[in-house]
């Protein structure tokens, strides 16, 4: 079933390899019964996936009404923005549903009722948007595992009613809501802990507290897993025996409130394993039959692929059932080699989701995972119960967090941290059955496999470090500009702006927190590629959506030199996103009569000092890949003719147009004096300037331009060795003529 999925939902060609592989063993098996059951199994599942798939056509509804039951403990407030999910009434399946708050006394009534809410509601529901930027994170694809694929942009909340007749899974949400709220009043580090590990909510400042935990690839023993649910039913056993009921009893009374935990847990995929694994597992001592730990792990994997077919490529799955089979596999080793190979066996998963790994992983691992377990998770239920009584009572508590904390923090910020890259897949498989293999065999014959793993760890990163080809990419980073410019061999790597935010004046309760899109766009982009050094940013001028999301890079990776228009260095406003640069990091002011050593670029504006307006717009141009480029920030049409007279021999095979497309730039005469065969734009889809303009589209078109526009291309890359290249787009939509 599994490779069926893989079939279906993922990769056919390896999907249709694995099932090879296990028809071959069952021939070898000459089985009739592992065959029959195989086949039947396959046969039940494949009509299941039939009947329960989304089969509708992607189309949008912009006129929908309906009535949706909210839970109070599933809504995600920021600013005046708030997100839930919750079951249409139209459609009869889960929806995202996004809104903004209309005023401040409809957001107090949403997020302070503590009962569930009925809001009568008009919008437009639409399919979920997919990644527009490679390796971006794809929330389309990480919604349909959980089979939801709409969302619903709610123009009007009509009317807002609280629920009165309620269920048993209304109050179950309503329980976690008051948790949470309990757990607000609790010292901060105590609250996050308390949160992340009982209710499984992680609210916005849960991950800027918690940099060490990530950097170290801790986060897994906060999420609610197999742990938790250990915990879970050891206490309620204890419970149940000091009540004096009996074992059955005991058994039945553990089943149900097994499913009252998932919901208050908040019920996702990663945590469905544990849970239906220690049901089966109940169900079998309640039958009276012994199974054993693989048996039930297998069989909870079937009901698992029934209920969520697509569930085994999110990324929390995986590593659940990965590292649940791994302590089966290694039950009997040494807890120094058990939690080596354990390590060794998420580390393929952890690369090719997040690309990066902390070489000081595995030893943290050593000592925290029996911590945690011991002291830190009973220090957290003591410091509840402790805060029941007094807030006071819990401030000891408190102290042990925080110190612990902090000292992963210190270690996460210790030098050790590699960018490995994002390995192929068919890669990732083959570390993984390397690994169960040395997992498996006795210490005597693993040793050519450790050779062979370790030998493929190693090319893979050279493959990764080194590639042969280079690259010109526009990062689809919506309303702003962002380049990256990479020559064969990682020589030399520049990023031309950052992207970011516009942000405007707003009421204090409407404002959002401040999140950097760069992180999982273009950095998060990088970091998939093996980069974690830049040589050169070069920002065109202070508007925020051309630099916004410089702090990100500034604090995410290495930065040599940050090029800017002549002037700009005196301009406050932009000195201010330079805060926390290494000071190893040169800042240069240039002009066009600079050349700087190291960049593949030239400087052709500005040639005065400015504020970095858009006028002052550095304009960079180069050749890769046996074409010429021209990047031209948002210099406007006097600036560009201005240019023309100062290099009146400008030519370029590809502009970056001025201005998002704005009729400020791309001056007709400019625009055919400098010759382009093809025009790149970077503008946000549905943006309130409507760019690109109809003027410039005309002017290009006039010159048989073809346009490659972020719009309907998403993310466009150039890729090249020596001087041939290619164009391709991460939407597969390009505009205008082929050359």
Not at 474 to 496: A, E
């Amino acid at each position: 079933m599994l490779f069926l999925s893989i079939l279906l939902f993922g990769n056919p060609l390896i999907g249709s390899f694995l099932l090879s592989l296990l028809m071959i063993r069952l021939c070898l098996l000459k089985s009739v019964k592992y065959t029959t059951l195989t086949v039947a199994l396959s046969v039940v599942f494949l009509f299941w996936v039939g009947l329960t798939t989304s089969h509708e056509i992607a189309i949008t509804d912009k006129n929908v009404q309906e009535t949706i039951k909210v839970y109070p403990d599933m809504i995600n407030v920021d600013g005046d923005r708030f997100r839930t999910v919750a079951k249409s009434p139209t459609i009869a399946r889960k929806v995202i549903y996004y809104a903004r708050f209309e005023s401040l006394s409809q957001k107090r009534a949403i997020i302070n009722s503590s009962k569930p809410l009925l809001l009568s509601i008009k919008g437009e529901r639409r399919m979920i948007s997919p990644a527009t930027n490679m390796n971006q994170f794809d929330m389309r694809d990480y919604y349909q595992h959980q089979k939801i694929y709409e969302t619903f942009s709610i123009g009007t909340i009509t009317t807002i009613h609280p629920v009165n007749k309620l269920s048993l899974i209304d109050i179950i949400h309503m329980v976690r809501f008051q948790f949470d709220r309990y757990c607000d009043g609790l010292p901060k580090t105590l609250r996050i802990y308390s949160m992340g590990l009982i209710s499984g909510n992680r609210e916005n400042d849960f991950f800027t507290e918690m940099t060490g935990a990530q950097q170290l690839g801790l986060l897994h023993i906060f999420s609610i897993s197999g742990m938790h649910v250990y915990y879970f039913l050891t206490i309620l056993d204890q419970v149940l025996t000091l009540l004096g009921i009996g074992d059955r009893f005991k058994a039945i009374v553990k089943l149900c409130c097994l499913g009252g935990y998932f919901i208050f847990s908040g019920g996702s995929p990663g945590l469905l394993r544990a849970v239906v694994m220690a049901g089966i597992v109940i169900v079998s001592q309640l039958l009276g039959f012994k199974m054993s730990q693989l048996s039930a792990l297998s069989l909870t994997l079937i009901v698992n692929l029934f209920l969520l077919p697509e569930a085994m490529f999110m990324m929390s799955v995986q590593l659940s059932y990965g590292l649940a089979f791994g302590l089966i596999a290694s039950s009997k080793m040494t807890y120094l080699r058990q939690t080596v190979l354990l390590n060794l066996l998420s580390l393929p998963i952890l690369l090719f989701h997040l690309y990066e790994w902390h070489v000081l992983s595995l030893a943290v691992n050593l000592m925290v995972l029996p911590l945690f377990g011991r002291t830190i998770f009973p220090l957290v239920i003591f410091g509840l119960l402790f805060g029941l009584v007094s807030s006071k009572l819990a401030i000891p508590v408190e102290w042990v967090l925080m110190a612990f904390n902090r000292s992963l923090n210190m270690v996460g910020r210790l030098p050790g941290m590699i960018v490995f890259g994002k390995p192929q897949l068919v890669v990732v498989l083959l570390m993984l059955g390397l690994t169960l293999i040395v997992m498996i065999h006795s210490k005597k014959r693993v040793r050519g496999y450790k050779v062979i793993l370790a030998g493929l760890y190693l090319v893979t990163f050279i493959w990764i470090h080194f590639p042969i080809h280079g690259e010109v990419s526009m990062f689809d980073v919506g309303q702003g500009d962002s380049f990256l410019i990479r020559t064969p061999f990682n020589q030399s790597v520049t990023i031309i702006d950052t992207g970011g935010k516009v942000t405007f004046n707003q009421q204090q309760w409407r404002r959002v927190t401040e999140n950097y899109q760069a992180n999982r766009i273009s950095i998060n982009y990088l970091k998939s590629i093996g980069i974690s050094r830049i040589d050169n940013i070069c920002i065109s001028h202070q508007d925020a959506d051309h630099c916004g999301d410089l702090p990100a890079f500034i604090k995410e990776l290495k930065i040599k030199r940050i090029i800017i228009p002549l002037g700009m260095d005196q301009n406050p406003g932009f000195v201010k996103r330079l805060s926390g640069k290494d000071p190893a990091t040169v800042v240069m002011p240039v002009n066009d009569e600079f050349r700087v050593g190291g960049l593949p670029l030239i400087i052709f504006h500005p040639y005065q000092p400015g504020k970095g307006e858009n006028h002052d717009s550095e304009v960079l141009g180069g050749r890769f890949g046996g074409l010429n480029w021209l990047f031209t920030g948002d210099l406007d049409r006097q600036g560009e003719m201005d240019t023309l007279q100062r290099h009146p021999s400008l030519r370029t095979d590809v502009i970056k147009v001025g201005h998002h497309g704005s009729r400020t730039s791309s001056d007709p005469a400019f625009i055919s004096q400098i010759q382009p065969k093809i025009a790149l734009i970077s503008a946000g889809r549905h943006n309130r300037y409507h760019h690109p303009n109809e003027e410039t589209l005309t002017t290009l078109k006039r010159e048989h331009i073809r346009v490659l526009n972020t719009q309907k291309s998403g993310m466009v890359r150039y890729v090249y060795r020596n001087n041939n290249g290619f164009f391709e787009s991460m939407l597969g939509h390009n505009e205008g003529k082929n050359e």
